[in-house]
């Protein structure tokens, strides 16, 4: 199972992932990790219900970590399962109070729940801890309407134009990167960024 999951997950054949998993779980119920590539399959067809659900099976396997509460609180995100996400990520917090992905997790919880300079603290958190992660960016373009610092806007161009950058946070970046030359006037530097995120 695990080397055919890999191969469809390589291929982005999520429906046959979905149907792969499936019977993995009904094979081996206490595997975390037929859980894990259920909950991705379900994922990326855009049922976070599902998604969500079945990664609430992977830490019945394989305990409570912070990556593993990280993972949940971003699911239920996506889920708008907004008392799911805060209980996760607290969890979280509780055990590695300085990981990047649950920082960055937690600014876009903030934001999503209104709480606009409490979600700023924790992106910039996030960013001393790995001034890299992109998703933080993400989220203080719009807390700050793009207002970045001439550091970040470099660290943004950077993250945009060099290929080890994972492609959906090059893509991330990009947008992140245009935003900050249209909230300083420069609409042509700004459109010619949008143009080089789509």
Same mark, same amino acid.
């Given at each position: ?87 996760? $990520? ?17 600014? $876009?919880? $903030?934001?999503? $729940? ?85």
């Amino acid at each position: 199972f695990s080397a055919d999951a890999e191969i469809l997950t390589r291929q982005g054949n999520w429906r046959a992932l979905e149907a792969l998993a499936g019977r993995w779980v009904q094979t081996d119920p206490g595997n975390a990790q037929a859980w894990r590539t259920l909950s991705r399959a379900t994922f990326e067809l855009g049922r976070f219900y599902a998604a969500l659900a079945a990664f609430q099976k992977v830490l019945d396997c394989s305990g409570r970590s912070a990556a593993n509460l990280t993972t949940l609180g971003r699911l239920a995100l996506h889920a708008l399962e907004f008392d799911t996400a805060a209980a996760a $990520l607290a969890e979280a917090e509780a055990l590695a109070p300085n990981a990047a992905e649950m920082l960055a997790a937690r600014g $876009l919880l $903030l934001t999503y $729940l209104g709480r606009f300079a409490e979600a700023e603290t924790y992106c910039r958190r996030c960013l001393d801890c790995s001034p890299e992660f992109v998703p933080a960016y993400t989220t203080l373009s719009r807390l700050t309407k793009g207002r970045f610092s001439d550091q970040e806007m470099n660290v943004l161009s950077r993250l945009a134009a060099q290929q080890s950058t994972p492609l959906d946070h090059r893509i991330a970046a990009a947008f992140a990167l245009a935003h900050g030359y249209d909230a300083r006037g420069d609409s042509g530097t700004a459109f010619r960024a949008y143009e080089h995120a789509h």
